[in-house]
């Protein structure tokens, strides 16, 4: 028999080898989060449009909740039987709530589902990317300005080519990732586009308000489109492009310090903790975590390649070869916040061999482009001053010389003017200085980039942040989060619970207020939560918002007071629970709850 929750339509069931073979629940259950928040929104919609009853909502809803703290403490059991994740939370809430949950799916196809799936997601990983990306620019910004006075050989075709501030080339990749980051920051533009609602392909015969969900969910924009919005991954691919020239870059960076790291160049000492030994060589100390970014960037490119390969060819609109898609971006996400995490801890460690470098420095005639400058400053043309430089150069190799070795004899053979002021334009240090135009190695402008860069990250404390959606310049407020407590009274006592996660004691029952719902709908829900109890019309007792009354993060409570039915039972955020005498509380309450209990107490007299 097919247990398939879409098995009308068949005789048998599905082959074992079949279901081995085109099941992704062993991956796609990394979405259970998002799959759950779309659900919620979906079903509140369904009952504000009473396509279903609000009763019906509320047990939906509720089953939900429960099977979302079942899969967070590895209590849900994943059967490839059902698929998909899709499939999975559905016979699950049926399992739990009855036939009233096949109501869920009203008005939506998993087409349209997992597309919703992929955008939360990517929403929510571009954001936590950015914000990986800021602690890596940070950590470069801080190498940068440790180290703003030494200076090493900068290359070009892998040659000694002019000196530069150590600095001014660990900014260079500042400015490489800072654009990675913004890449980021504007695909998020195109992620967030809400499809739910497209349904199959050809969108519902149902009344739906998809404006109303997409508020829910904080989409800024919903799908035109019903077939375009089930038959493309292109804000996908978008992302894995982003990955793909971050990796890039990082596996440049990742080479340059192989380079550098060197025995033949000994720039640089790579931190242990980074670093790996020989099961044959003993003095071998090998630069593995940045050879492994190098090749982990190949199959970051590869990724990119295989979901750009499975859809050239598909007709409109859904089909299965889509399901390909979310190993591909799964593992390029993995990789990609390894690369930023490996990174970001191991630049600061890293050691500089200025002995090493500044012996590099006096190799390849790295200021004869200075010298160059200086004939053409003499009053020489520019390509007749670097033809006579080339004879210098060719000149000192004969001799076995370096630019700053030749007296001021040797180089007036080759052209009368040069003076004595020549040996201030050929030393590596004030050549470096020199290069004061906008954008160059001086010292003055590097620090300046430093400092700019630094001074941006201060700012975001004070409120400068880009907008996560549309990469914009805007103000953020870190606004206070809203709460409720409950005070229920039993008998002349006062329940509270024992809570099972920081801060840890006793309070008021009670949590945050999710976005579209009411303070009385939370209340109810949390109290129902966390002690099993039904509360019917809570009443306001106050408000309280010092903004030091919850440890985590300045929160605002609004505090009720009810009666309650039922059998209480702790579970959520409760441990334990209990009713307290109000003059004979335990001795470790946290939050502002002894205060509010002391104000219910004179509350109570007056009644």
């Given at each position: 028999m097919n247990g398939k929750l879409w098995a009308g339509r068949f005789n048998t069931g599905q082959d074992n080898l079949m279901e081995q073979f085109s099941e992704s629940i062993s991956y796609d259950k990394r979405l259970y989060k998002y799959d759950i928040l779309g659900s919620i929104a979906h079903v509140k919609m369904l009952a504000k449009q009473s396509i279903i009853l609000q009763e019906e909502a509320e047990k939906i809803i509720d089953g939900l909740r429960k099977i979302e703290r079942q899969i967070e403490a590895g209590e849900f059991e994943f059967n490839p039987q059902d698929e998909d994740i899709h499939m999975a939370i559905e016979r699950a809430l049926i399992n739990l709530i009855g036939k009233v949950g096949g109501k869920l799916h009203t008005a939506r196809s998993r087409n349209d589902q997992i597309a919703l799936d992929e955008r939360l997601f990517l929403r929510d990983?571009?954001?936590?990317?950015?914000?990986r990306l800021n602690g890596l620019l940070k950590n470069l910004a801080l190498f940068a300005k440790e180290h703003i006075d030494v200076i090493i050989p900068g290359f070009t075709h892998m040659q000694h080519a002019q000196p530069i501030l150590f600095s001014h080339y660990i900014m260079a990749f500042f400015e490489k990732f800072k654009r990675d980051k913004e890449r980021f920051l504007d695909t998020i533009k195109r992620i967030d586009v809400m499809p739910l609602g497209a349904g199959a392909l050809a969108g519902t015969i149902w009344p739906i308000d998809r404006h109303y969900t997409a508020g829910l969910l904080s989409f800024t924009q919903?799908?035109?489109?019903?077939?375009?919005?089930?038959?493309?991954?292109?804000?996908?691919?978008?992302?894995?492009?982003?990955c793909a020239i971050f990796s890039m870059h990082a596996s440049r960076l990742a080479e340059d310090f192989i380079i550098y790291s060197s025995s033949e160049f000994s720039f640089i000492e790579l931190p242990d903790e980074f670093s790996t030994g020989s099961s044959i060589m003993p003095q071998k100390k090998n630069p593995d975590s940045l050879e492994l970014i190098r090749g982990k960037t190949g199959r970051v490119y590869g990724n990119l390649f295989t979901l750009l390969t499975v859809m050239k060819g598909l007709p409109l609109s859904y089909n299965r070869d889509m399901q390909e898609d979310k190993e591909a971006l799964f593992d390029t996400i993995d990789n990609c916040l390894m690369i930023i995490d490996i990174l970001s801890k191991l630049i600061p460690k890293i050691k500089l061999n200025i002995d090493e470098i500044e012996k590099s420095l006096e190799k390849g005639?790295?200021?004869?482009?200075?010298?160059?400058?200086?004939?053409?400053?003499?009053?020489?043309?520019?390509r007749d001053a670097h033809k006579i430089v080339g004879s210098i150069v060719a000149y000192a190799i004969t001799k076995n010389k370096t630019l700053k070795e030749?007296?001021?004899?040797?180089?007036?053979?080759?052209?009368?003017?040069?003076?004595?002021?020549v040996y201030d334009y050929i030393d590596y240090r004030r050549s470096v200085d020199k290069r004061k135009s906008f954008g160059g190695t001086s010292r003055a402008n590097v620090l300046e980039q430093i400092e700019e860069a630094l001074k941006s990250f201060d700012e975001k404390s004070s409120h400068v942040d880009?907008?996560?959606?549309?990469?914009?310049p805007i103000k953020i407020y870190k606004n206070p989060s809203l709460t409720v407590d409950c005070i229920i009274e039993k008998d002349n006592k006062v329940l509270l619970i024992n809570r099972k996660n920081y801060p840890f004691g006793f309070a008021l029952p009670g949590g945050f207020v999710n976005y579209g719902e009411s303070v009385e709908q939370a209340v109810i829900?949390?109290?129902?939560e966390e002690t099993s109890l039904d509360?019917?019309?809570?009443?306001?007792?106050?408000?309280?918002?010092?903004?030091?009354?919850d440890p985590r993060s300045h929160t605002v409570?609004?505090?009720?007071?009810?009666?309650?039915?039922?059998?209480?039972?702790?579970s959520d955020d409760a441990e334990d629970l209990g009713f307290f005498d109000l003059d004979n509380l335990p001795e470790h309450i946290v939050f502002d709850h002894l205060k509010i209990l002391k104000d219910y107490y004179e509350f109570r007299k007056k009644i």
């Open positions: 990983i571009s954001i936590e990317i950015i914000d919903i799908s035109k489109n019903s077939i375009d919005a089930v038959s493309d991954r292109d804000f996908m691919i978008e992302f894995l492009n982003n005639f790295i200021t004869a482009t200075d010298l160059a400058d200086y004939l053409a400053f003499k009053g020489y043309a520019f030749l007296t001021l004899e040797e180089y007036k053979q080759f052209a009368d003017q040069i003076e004595e002021d880009l907008c996560p959606r549309c990469s914009y829900r949390e109290v129902k509360i019917v019309e809570p009443k306001l007792f106050g408000v309280y918002s010092d903004p030091e009354r409570s609004v505090v009720f007071y009810a009666k309650a039915s039922g059998t209480p039972k702790a």
